[in-house]
C-alpha cells in the first residue's frame, strides 16, 4: 500500500469514527456558503410584506366550509395519532435498538455496516435525545407524532392555489397512502426523517421565493442534508437527490433580474 492509499484509509476511517462532527461540520459550511451566495443576489422586503406571505394562507381561512374541513381534518389526525399508539410496545424484532442501547442508557451508534453495505448514519440518532427525557413507548412515539403534525401544516401550506377544501383532501389522500402510513406509525422506519425534512426543504424553498429571505436559504440548505444520509432505501435516496437539485438551484436562480452579479 502506498503513501497515499494510507492516507486515504486513514482519513476514511476517522470520518466513519466521528461522522457526527463531519455531519455537523460539513451543514454548517453548506449553510454559511449559502447564505453567502444568497446575500449577494437577494432583495430584502419589509418585514410586513414577508409577513403576509408566511400567513397569507390562514387568513383566508374563514367560510364555514374550510372550517369543516380543517374540524375533520383535526379529528382524523387525533385518531391518527390513537392508532399509532395504541397496542404499542418495544416488543418488535427491530426495537432491540432500543431495549438494548436508549433503554438502557446508551446511545445508538451510527449505522454504519461497511459489511453489509449499508450506510443511513443519521437512522435512529433522534432517539439519543428522546432517551434523555423518557424511557415509555408512548415518549418515544410523541417526536413522530410531532413530525407528523407538522407534516400535515405543511401539505396546507405549500398548496395555496388551492381551495383549503381541496388541499385538506389532498392531505387526506397522502396520510392514507402505505408509504406514509407506515413511515410515522413505527419507531424503527427511519422514512419518517426524510418525508419530514423533504416536507421542510420545499416549504422553505417555496417561502424563499416568495420572501428572498437568506434564513429561508439557509433552512432549504440545513434541511436537505438530513435527507440525504437518513435512509438505505435507494429508491428514497435517489427521489431526494432529485427533488435537491430541483429546488435548489432555485434558491439562487430565483433572485430578481439584475441583482445578481457578474
Known sequence: MTIVEQILTDV???????????????TATSAICVAWA??????????SQRKTDLFLTWRLVGMPKDMTALALLAVFLGSYSAMILVWEDFAYYDNSFFTLFTLKGHN????????????WPL????????????DTIIG??????VQLF?????????DDELSMGARVSLAFVALLTPSILISFSGLIFPERNVLFFLACLVLSVKRFEQT???????????CD????????DADCTVSVLLAAATLLPRLVCSAPAGMVSV
Open 12 to 26: 476514511h476511517a476517522v470520518l466513519l469514527a466521528h461522522f457526527r462532527h463531519t455531519w455537523i461540520i460539513v
Open 38 to 47: 444568497v446575500g449577494r443576489t437577494a432583495t430584502t422586503r419589509s418585514q
Open 108 to 119: 445508538i451508534v451510527p449505522p454504519i455496516w461497511q459489511g453489509e453495505g449499508r450506510f
Open 123 to 134: 437512522g435512529y440518532q433522534e432517539f439519543n435525545l428522546v432517551r434523555h427525557f423518557t
Open 140 to 145: 418515544y412515539h410523541v417526536l413522530a407524532i
Open 150 to 158: 407538522v407534516f400535515v401544516c405543511i401539505l396546507l401550506l405549500c
Open 212 to 222: 428572498r429571505s437568506t434564513a429561508w436559504a439557509v433552512a432549504a440548505a440545513v
Open 225 to 232: 442534508m438530513p435527507t440525504t444520509f437518513g435512509t438505505t
